[in-house]
Each structure stands twice: as structure tokens, then as C-alpha cells.
């Protein structure tokens, strides 16, 4: 079992930067791979990054390549995510998931356990 715990989100103005945080418990948490994911509202959940269990893979959604950077540190359970340049688009409550495997995906349903989410406004 592992329970997600976000915490970061904000207010910003466009061109700013936020540093999300994702705490976890669970003996099972090195061994799984993590995920971020975002829904604005009236929009399906999307996936924004992931990283293996191991933080050597990592994964990005296209509109978030190079602005944002998921990493972690499995000796205090926390995975973080990084959002740099932001833009009003980014705007959305932000989730991260856990599987119960060691390798990234991208899609949420293969991803077993999930936070409660913590909003990022972007204002322009």
C-alpha cells in the first residue's frame, strides 16, 4: 500500500516557477514508478511526467518538456516536480500516482494509488 500526500501548489504569474512535492508512505515506494499528472477544469486528466523507481527513466508530456523536471529522492519518499516558465495553460489541480511497478507510463490507468491533489493557478 502507499499513500500520496501533495503539497506546492499556488499562485503565480506567468513566467514563474513552483516546486511541487509529493510525499509518500508504503514500503512498496522505492520499487514504484511515480507519475504527475493535471485536470483543469472541464477537461480530462492528463499526464504531465513520470520517473522510474529507480529516477534514471523519466518521461514528460510534450507541452511540458523542458519547463518542467520530475525527480526524487526515495531516502525521505518524496517525489518532486519542478515547473519552470510557467503559463496560464499549466493552470489545473495537480495529482501524482503511484504504480505498482518499477517503470514509467503515461496513462492513468495504470496508475494504482493517487494523491488528493493540490492546485496551480497561473495568472497572466
Known amino acids: 500500500q502507499v499513500q500520496l500526500v501533495e503539497s506546492g501548489g499556488g499562485l503565480v504569474q506567468a513566467g514563474g516557477s513552483l516546486r511541487l512535492s509529493c510525499a509518500t508512505s508504503g514500503r512498496t515506494f522505492s520499487w514504484s514508478a511515480v507519475g504527475w499528472f493535471r485536470q483543469a477544469p472541464g477537461k480530462e486528466r492528463e499526464f504531465v511526467a513520470a520517473i522510474s523507481w529507480s529516477g534514471g527513466g523519466t518521461s514528460y508530456a510534450d507541452s511540458v518538456k523542458g519547463r518542467f523536471t520530475i525527480s526524487r529522492d526515495n531516502a525521505v519518499k518524496i517525489v518532486y516536480l519542478q515547473m519552470n516558465s510557467l503559463k496560464p495553460e499549466d493552470t489545473a489541480v495537480y495529482y501524482c500516482?503511484?504504480?505498482?511497478?518499477?517503470?514509467?507510463?503515461?496513462?492513468?490507468?495504470?496508475?494504482?494509488?493517487w494523491g488528493q491533489g493540490t492546485q496551480v493557478t497561473v495568472s497572466s
Open positions: 500516482a503511484a504504480r505498482d511497478t518499477m517503470v514509467v507510463a503515461s496513462r492513468a490507468y495504470e496508475y494504482k494509488y
